[in-house]
């Protein structure tokens, strides 16, 4: 028998998904502290995700702007070798 059988050996249904507060306290690690969480950590937190929520996106734009450049560069390297055959 395991530990989430009930005595004739039956174990609950997969489907009974987590409440949203344990989906919450597992996604934020500030409620690991449980209530007395220092103020100097949910600054710090907040000041993470301000600084992640503004560079990300412009890291993915110039990534994308990268790729281009890199193409560009494939694809003249490839047209000169063309004109030297």
């Given at each position: ?17 987590p ?30 995700t ?36």
């Amino acid at each position: 028998m395991t530990p989430n059988s009930d005595s004739k050996g039956n174990t609950p249904p997969d489907s009974a998904s987590p409440s949203p507060k344990a989906k919450r306290i597992a996604s934020d690690p500030l409620y690991w502290f449980g209530i007395l969480v220092p103020p100097a950590l949910r600054a710090a937190q907040k000041e993470f995700t301000g600084a992640v929520v503004d560079i990300v996106p412009k890291l993915v734009e110039v990534i994308a702007e990268m790729d281009i450049c890199e193409r560009k560069i494939k694809e003249a390297r490839s047209d000169g070798k063309r004109e030297e055959s």
